[in-house]
């Protein structure tokens, strides 16, 4: 058995991550809400993390960090981390590449970690990493994934300076959790990830579908912490962003073809619009997010564009006064069986805008679909039929009814990282 010191109450925690603040991920939210909160709770706190650059997307996410011990390791040359204030949002910019990542994406997840240029990053982290731990001792080291430097680095000084690993997965792109990957990359890959995770005290993830998948795939116990949401959308600028007095259903975030996919939703709307025309004034559908393309090419097949109109990428929060002011949410559940645990951040931010969620998928006993009915905050739909009766619904009443927020409390980033400090403790130190 590991000898460790005895947990004190103030911890000393490093957290290895790519995803902080000012960039703008669902990543950034959850290892910002460790270190905010574990700080704010008399812990001290320090986040080991790489330089940006532009093909990391938007840099504004404007948390505030002063108050917290970023190290910030440049890898790509000696350019300074990009911050908040250097472009912030520069929409052009950012769809450009968008852009190319959509076009390389087969090619770049296909290779996975090989091609994957944080991996340069590693020795850079290390340099940094040893520094810090040279200069006292920690309680313990989490790292976030993906990418997988972050784990190699964290495994690594845990194991040269005998301090618990927890390594934390957001996404599983081995095995059968992969997507696009070539048969010899997810060989490979899971390979690296298993030897890896021999080495960690505490394994956590983002869901019960992962959990599970990681239980059985390592036959151990793996801890559950969902990614939570951060801001109360009740506090945040509630002015409408439409002039219109039309019921706008609103999508926030990524689409995948054929996984996580409107197509259905809009096939249906396109029938109702026809079955029901004494409705349509009342209607508008807004999808926020990069795949402009792809939603505008199912718009003009089903003869859509009187009432569906595409935006883009939108700050973080613009994106969530959208949502607060939205008259439904549309959450797209994945359609694969396969996928089952992949819980983007946007449910979470839609649990608490006080809007209803319609849920559209293929199951209603997924996840996701779980956690909406237990938040009491929308329903769920799987075929056209019911996606017809809600719509009449829906434009029957006037306004949509609101969400109380009673059953998202559980869901707050607060709440879920104290949840997760909780475990770590007790796995590490239960037995010491």
Same mark, same amino acid.
């Given at each position: ?9 103030? +911890? ?7 995803a &902080? ?6 990543a950034? #939210?959850?290892?910002?809400?460790? %270190? ?8 001290? @706190? ?11 997307g938007? +840099? /504004? ?5 002063? $108050?917290?011990?970023?190290?910030v ?16 949002f ?16 087969k ?8 091609? /994957? ?21 920690? $309680? ?7 990418? *997988? ?18 390594? $934390? ?53 793996? !801890? @559950?912490?969902?990614?939570? &949401? ?31 996919d ?9 029938? &109702?619009?026809k079955?029901?025309?004494? &409705? ?17 090419g ?18 973080? /929060? ?7 002011? %939205? ?5 797209? /559940? ?18 608490? =805008? ?5 849920c ?6 997924? *996840? ?11 329903? @769920? ?8 009766s809600?719509? #009449? ?18 869901? =707050? !980033? ?17 037995? %010491?």
């Amino acid at each position: 058995m590991e000898a460790y010191p005895k947990r004190m109450p103030g +911890m000393k925690i490093m957290i290895v991550t790519h995803a &902080f603040p000012p960039m703008n991920a669902t990543a950034s #939210h959850r290892v910002y809400s460790w %270190a905010k909160t574990w700080s704010e709770d008399g812990h001290e @706190v320090h986040i080991l993390t790489t330089g940006k650059h532009t093909f990391d997307g938007s +840099m /504004d996410l404007n948390y505030d960090i002063s $108050d917290l011990n970023v190290h910030v390791v440049p890898y790509l040359g000696k350019k300074r981390a990009r911050q908040a204030s250097d472009d912030g949002f520069k929409k052009n910019n950012i769809e450009k590449w968008e852009r190319i990542k959509t076009y390389t994406r087969k090619f770049r997840f296909g290779m996975g970690m090989f091609t /994957d240029l944080r991996m340069l990053a590693f020795g850079p982290l290390m340099r940094e990493g040893r520094k810090l731990l040279q200069e006292g001792d920690f $309680d313990f080291i989490i790292s976030s994934y993906p990418p *997988e430097v972050v784990h190699l680095v964290a495994c690594r000084l845990s194991l040269e300076f005998r301090t618990p690993w927890v390594a $934390d997965y957001r996404d599983l792109w081995f095995r059968e959790m992969r997507l696009f990957q070539y048969r010899l990359t997810t060989f490979l890959s899971g390979l690296v990830n298993r030897r890896l995770l021999r080495k960690a005290k505490v394994i956590s993830t983002v869901s019960k579908g992962l959990s599970k998948r990681l239980e059985e795939l390592l036959n151990r116990q793996v !801890r @559950v912490s969902y990614n939570g &949401f951060i801001k109360p959308q009740w506090e945040i600028d509630s002015s409408r962003p439409w002039k219109d007095d039309k019921i706008h259903i609103v999508y926030t975030g990524r689409l995948y073809p054929g996984k996580r996919d409107p197509r259905t939703f809009l096939q249906t709307v396109s029938t &109702f619009r026809k079955s029901e025309p004494s &409705f349509d004034h009342r209607l508008a559908i807004d999808f926020y997010g990069y795949d402009v393309g792809y939603v505008e090419g199912i718009a003009k097949e089903f003869g859509l564009e009187p009432c569906l109109k595409t935006h883009g990428f939108v700050p973080y /929060d613009e994106s969530l006064r959208i949502q607060r002011n %939205a008259g439904v949410l549309l959450f797209l /559940d994945w359609a694969e069986e396969s996928a089952e645990g992949i819980l983007t951040g946007k449910l979470f931010e839609y649990l608490t =805008s006080r809007r209803p969620i319609l849920c559209v998928g293929t199951r209603k006993d997924t *996840e996701a679909a779980d956690i909406i009915r237990n938040a009491e905050c929308g329903v @769920v739909v799987t075929c056209g039929e019911e996606i017809h009766s809600y719509l #009449h619904e829906l434009l029957e009443q006037e306004p949509p009814e609101t969400p109380g927020i009673e059953g998202a409390a559980f869901y =707050s !980033r607060e709440n879920q990282t104290r949840i997760l400090l909780e475990q770590i403790t007790h796995s590490i130190y239960s037995a %010491a």
